[in-house]
């Protein structure tokens, strides 16, 4: 049962347009919402977050938005640029065991972005 | 950079034989973690760690076990490998700092079971 979803598996898009990226999610427990960009051959690295109580973050060319109504959220990126081609994987916070917080993450969605 | 290494970077080993992978850490924060990504699958939770000896079981868990005798160090144990234990391995921290509760991850272990 997946509870974190990307439903689109590749985008493609044109330095200095808008990129989007989509997330749906099935648990409404989780109380936080990230976005991890991933490059070959390295690690995932934090992007951006947004809490459940909020349904907007900005950073920069990023932002988040959050539609908790829909179980939905979605980084749109702008300008595009051919550097931020990557994996991006959307990720939820859920309460674990000792304090801890785990990720349940998305399959990810790879970005081309063209010049 | 959330000092985290892993060792070794990449392994090819047979079917049957015990395989571990250790994530070390240079800033003592309390909460680590594995995963493994796979095409078609993104990032999944093996084992947490939320303190010295205290672990608990990810959504991936079966055939892995893992240790934290220290703080620094999270060892994730392939007690007899199989092929479809082939991926790639991430460690990862998260501090106690941390506003979203973001995790930072190491570069990863690629390990190829033939």
């Known amino acids: 049962d997946q509870q974190v979803k990307q439903n689109s598996p590749s985008l493609s898009v044109q330095e200095g347009r808008i990129s989007i990226l989509n997330c749906d999610y099935t648990n409404s427990m989780f109380d936080y919402f990230l976005w991890y960009k991933k490059y070959p051959a390295e690690g995932p690295t934090f992007l951006i977050s947004i809490s459940s109580i909020k349904d907007k973050n900005e950073d920069g060319r990023f932002t988040v938005f959050l539609n908790k109504s829909a179980k939905h959220l979605s980084l749109h990126i702008v300008p595009s640029q051919p550097g931020d081609s990557a994996v991006y994987f959307c990720?939820?916070?859920?309460?674990?065991?000792?304090?801890?917080?785990?990720?349940?993450f998305g399959k990810g969605t790879k970005l081309t972005v063209n010049p | 950079d959330a000092g985290i290494t892993q060792s070794p970077r990449h392994k090819v080993t047979e079917t049957g034989t015990p395989v571990t992978l250790r994530c070390h850490q240079t800033?003592?924060?309390?909460?680590m973690y594995w995963y493994r990504q796979d095409p078609g699958h993104g990032l999944r939770l093996i084992h947490y760690s939320y303190g010295v000896k205290d672990t608990d079981k990810g959504e991936v868990s079966d055939g892995y076990s893992v240790s934290r005798s220290k703080t620094e160090d999270f060892l994730l144990t392939l007690e007899s490998a199989t092929s479809s234990q082939t991926s790639v391995y991430f460690c990862?921290?998260?501090?106690?700092?941390?506003?979203?509760?973001?995790?930072?991850f190491g570069p990863g272990t690629r390990l190829t079971v033939l």
């Open positions: 990720a939820a916070s859920a309460w674990a065991q000792g304090g801890s917080e785990k990720l349940v």
């Open positions: 800033e003592n924060h309390r909460y």
């Open positions: 990862a921290i998260r501090t106690e700092e941390s506003s979203y509760n973001e995790q930072f």
